[in-house]
């Protein structure tokens, strides 16, 4: 697959340079860098010529010039875990991986900011600024082994995105290399700068394809006191969605609310040794709700369990210690891979609404999943219209699949489109997606896209056929 004309698949005379560059010890080559060839992305894997593991940004600007003149391909990689094959290098372009670059540089307590390198994985940096009594908000479900540099990729969000936002939310610093070598910085430890074009905004959610990000300055927030979560059944995945629109609607702000619906619940229970309460739900909500007193989060837990079963919620579960959350969670955190153990092939999607167009979300994929003989299972975060929408391939033969998902997905994404929504909400359109950017954004913006990149980005070295 050849994904942009006048690359050059490196030789051995090219690699030797760009490992010379870091290090011998700090390369990959030949077999040992397959597990480099791919990421969560299902079924989709190239194999590098060489995989580079420089140890700091002067390093990354010297690969970026020299693989600039060469024009030889770079993808940029964090640690594997995006969905939608932004990672993999096609045609025998350079892996050029942040892993190194895995220190945090500062907690800044005066300015509640942190500087990091952008290989920390996320849950180590959450952990870190806890221990100052602050908090960095976004919490994608792979937080234990996703990097922050990867979370600036995709603009990552995650359960709690509801309440505090996603990571472009908290970026206010960047410095990055560019294609050419350039080093660039925006911004820093500001709450306010309109100084000329916001590049920084331009970067986040770039998918590695407009420059290589090497520092990154994040705004924390103080870490709320306490928390409480709530199980809330209900009979039906209408009223389940409905009563979402509801709470938001009554000037309630949770957390997280997020949902599962009822045949993923009862697959639950029937293949994990979780203790999944009201297996005989239509749908499940998951409710977190934090605050700085005792007294206010029990007043904001009574009044969302008042709405639920003002609602006709069958029943509302309280947990409020971290051995009953941990309980409670389990359902919804191992939902995936459970999916997965049905049938390890599936088609994942993504998609966001609004919220209150999450009923019609819904019905319309169970609709599609019927029209196409396929099993449809939904699950999410609710509370931000970001549905998760898997279809399960189980035992249907593999061309038949392959006819099933050209004409399903498309169709499913329209649906989104029609509901006022995108196509995806924060797994990024990396390759997988690339083919269907079309049916969520208008040709006058993509061209203004592919211009974008243009100027950041001359030769298109970088992450070539990703993204526009």
Known sequence: ???????????????????????????????????????ESPEISATPSVVLKP???TQIAEIMRYANSESIPIVPRGLGTGVAGGAVPFDGAVV????????????????????????????????????????????????????????????????????????????????AVLATGEIIAYGGKL???????????????????????????????????????????????KAATEAVSEIIRRR????????????????????????????????????????????????????????????????VLVADSPHLQKRLWEPRISSRDIIREVSPTIMA????????????????????????????????????GNLHIDALKENIPDKEWEDKMEKYVPDLLKLAVKLGGTITGEHGIGYIKRKYLHIGVGKAERELMARIKKAFDPNGILNPGKVI
């Open 1 to 39: 697959m050849n994904v942009m004309p006048g690359l050059i698949k490196p030789n051995d005379k090219h690699i030797a340079a760009l490992i010379a560059l870091v290090g011998e010890e700090h390369s990959v080559s030949g077999e040992a860098a397959i597990d480099y060839s791919h990421d």
């Open 55 to 57: 140890a700091d940004e």
């Open 96 to 175: 050029l991986s942040l892993e190194r670059l895995n220190r945090i540089i500062e907690i800044d307590t005066d300015n509640l900011m942190v500087v990091t390198q952008p290989g920390v994985v996320v849950e180590e940096l959450q952990r870190a600024v806890k221990e100052k009594g602050l908090m960095y908000p976004p919490d994608p479900a792979s937080q234990d082994t996703c990097s922050i540099g990867g979370n600036i990729a995709t603009n990552a969000g995650g359960m709690s995105a509801v309440k505090y936002g996603v990571t472009r939310d908290y970026v206010k610093g960047i410095r």
């Open 191 to 237: 709450v306010k700068n309109v100084a000329g074009y916001d590049l920084l905004h331009i970067i986040i959610g770039s998918e590695g394809t407009l420059a290589i990000v090497t520092e990154i300055t994040l705004k924390l927030i103080p870490l709320p006191k306490c928390h409480i979560d709530l199980l809330i059944g209900f009979e039906s995945v």
């Open 252 to 315: 309630i702000v949770p957390t997280s609310i997020e949902f599962m619906e009822g045949d993923i619940v009862r697959m639950v229970a029937e293949k994990s040794s979780a203790t999944v309460p009201m297996v005989d739900a239509g749908a499940h909500l998951i409710i977190s709700i934090d605050a700085d007193d005792d007294e206010e989060l029990k007043r904001r837990y009574l009044e969302l369990g008042d709405i639920a079963l003002e609602l006709g919620a069958m029943d």
């Open 349 to 384: 999607e993504d998609i966001a609404v609004p919220r209150a167009k999450l009923p019609q979300l819904w019905e319309g994929a169970r609709k599609l999943g019927e029209k196409y003989g396929i099993r449809v299972l939904s699950f999410g975060h609710a509370g931000d």
